[in-house]
């Protein structure tokens, strides 16, 4: 039996997985629809986005349109006619003329257990808010924000170490397996659809840098949290001497002092104070150089007890 006629709305590593699951199953993708390519480095080179790579090497044409809405990106898809487009973390909003074209719709896979933590960086704030499941949900589409019915869902612990990267790694891998199932419902005919109770919901808005400014008088897990969440990037950071210092990974640790201020530095890592505790910082990153662990920094950084890190730092 052909395969259904499948449009894949993708961009970054995270909707990798999910393209090659619609390879390997043999459905006829029939374009893939991704974002420009951007430049990267110091030398400005543009780079293409993961998914168009995987796409030409299969031979899949490819579109990358800067606004999805334009007419004339409206009219190409139309006239490819598809049966279903997916959508992973594609980066833009869809128009609901577009999300008419297919006879199925357009299907999202999203990495939170809807409806909560709707928006653009669901794992991230997921492990800031120190959740411990999460997981995916295959939803069909809508024109609003992560509101559409929900298809399947698939959930999974989190580890109480386990920082973004680690996440996104694993909920990729299982947005393919959820949209797998997902296809085999559709095409059995056994697809049931949920609609989401609005009054559950939270939200997940997209990461800006100063979003890892770290607040001192947080609690130690507050402030590990928001290091697992924010790793690698935009990354959960303070200042010292004025420079931007990225903590990489934190323990809660022992101990108390004035918010910030660093309580000692040695191999066991640098413990610094902050609520009603303090956390022990076990690798880090000062502006300009590549993250170490906390011998290797103080190896080339004296640290002194005492200290304070963050706004007051520099005073």
Same mark, same amino acid.
């Given at each position: ?11 970054? #590593?995270?909707?990798? $997985?999910? &393209?090659?699951? @619609?390879?390997? %199953?043999?459905? /006829? +993708? =029939? !374009? ?24 030409? #090497?299969?031979?899949? $044409?490819? &579109?990358?349109? @800067?606004?999805? %809405?334009?007419? /004339? +990106? =409206? !009219? ?240």
């Amino acid at each position: 039996m052909a395969g259904l006629r499948i449009i894949f709305m993708g961009t970054p #590593e995270f909707a990798c $997985p999910t &393209l090659h699951k @619609l390879i390997d %199953r043999g459905e /006829e +993708v =029939i !374009a893939v629809v991704t974002q420009p390519d951007r430049p990267k480095g110091r030398g400005q080179k543009l780079v293409p986005p993961p998914v168009k790579v995987i796409a030409e #090497e299969h031979g899949i $044409p490819v &579109l990358q349109p @800067l606004k999805v %809405r334009a007419p /004339e +990106v =409206i !009219a190409q898809i139309r006239v490819l006619n598809p049966d279903l487009i997916v959508v992973v973390a594609f980066g833009q909003i869809l128009p609901q003329s577009l999300l008419d074209i297919p006879r199925y719709g357009c299907i999202n896979i999203h990495a939170s257990l809807l409806p909560r933590y709707r928006g653009a960086a669901p794992l991230n704030w997921c492990l800031v808010n120190g959740e411990t499941e999460t997981g995916i949900t295959t939803m069909q589409m809508d024109a609003g924000l992560d509101t559409g019915d929900m298809l399947l869902k698939r959930a999974i612990p989190i580890d109480p170490d386990e920082d973004a990267q680690s996440l996104h790694d694993r909920l990729s891998l299982l947005g393919a397996e959820t949209i797998d199932d997902t296809l085999d419902q559709l095409l059995a005919g056994t697809l049931t659809r949920e609609k989401q109770d609005d009054t559950l919901t939270c939200y997940a808005p997209m990461l800006k840098k100063e979003d890892g400014l770290i607040d001192w008088s947080l609690e130690p897990q507050q402030i590990k949290n928001l290091v697992r969440g924010l790793t690698p990037w935009p990354g959960a950071y303070t200042l010292l001497d004025g420079k931007t210092l990225k903590l990489c990974s934190v323990t809660v640790g022992e101990g108390s002092g004035a918010p910030g201020e660093i309580l000692s530095a040695d191999k066991k890592g640098i413990s610094v104070a902050c609520g009603s505790g303090s956390i022990l910082v076990t690798e880090l990153q000062l502006e300009g150089r590549k993250c170490l662990s906390a011998t290797d920094f103080l190896a080339g950084c004296r640290l002194e007890p005492g200290t304070l890190l963050g706004a007051a730092a520099g005073n």
